[in-house]
């Protein structure tokens, strides 16, 4: 049996700390608070923009930890996702579907889910021209 290539969607939420509200956290939680934008897609893109020292603050007080060990933490897990913009291809479709069928072997779905209509390729002509 060919192993399957399947991509996955990482879903997270920002540490909240029991201490008052820094300034760094409330702007990143304003941030990801974008229309069209995920919490976790605004989130990245904060830390990457120039604020990883306040984000491993904020992770550092939520976590209770030394801040250079939340600091290693944070740029060791930025260099395992890379953050880049793709045109979709039938390929994506197709390894979602796999996903979304193995759940529907488990008997988590309760019907076949057609991943397809959750895509678009209406956006890949201007992708192709912006990368």
Known sequence: MAAASVTYTATSTLPR??????????????????P?????TAAVAYVRDGHLDGFAKITADATHQPL?????????AQAQRPTQARTVGDDTIASQQKVAD????LGALKEHLDVKSFWTT???ADLKKAL
């Not at 069209?36 to 976790?40: D, L, M």
């Not at 250079?68 to 060791?76: H, S, Y």
């Not at 193995?102 to 072997?105: G, S």
Request: no cysteine.
């Open 122 to 124: 209406d956006l890949n």
């Open 36 to 40: 069209g934008r995920t919490s976790w």
């Open 102 to 105: 193995v759940f529907t072997e």
């Open 68 to 76: 250079a060990q939340a600091k290693k933490d944070l740029v060791d």
């Open 17 to 34: 700390s029991t201490a008052s509200t820094s300034r760094a956290e409330r702007s990143i939680r304003n941030r990801t608070r974008q």
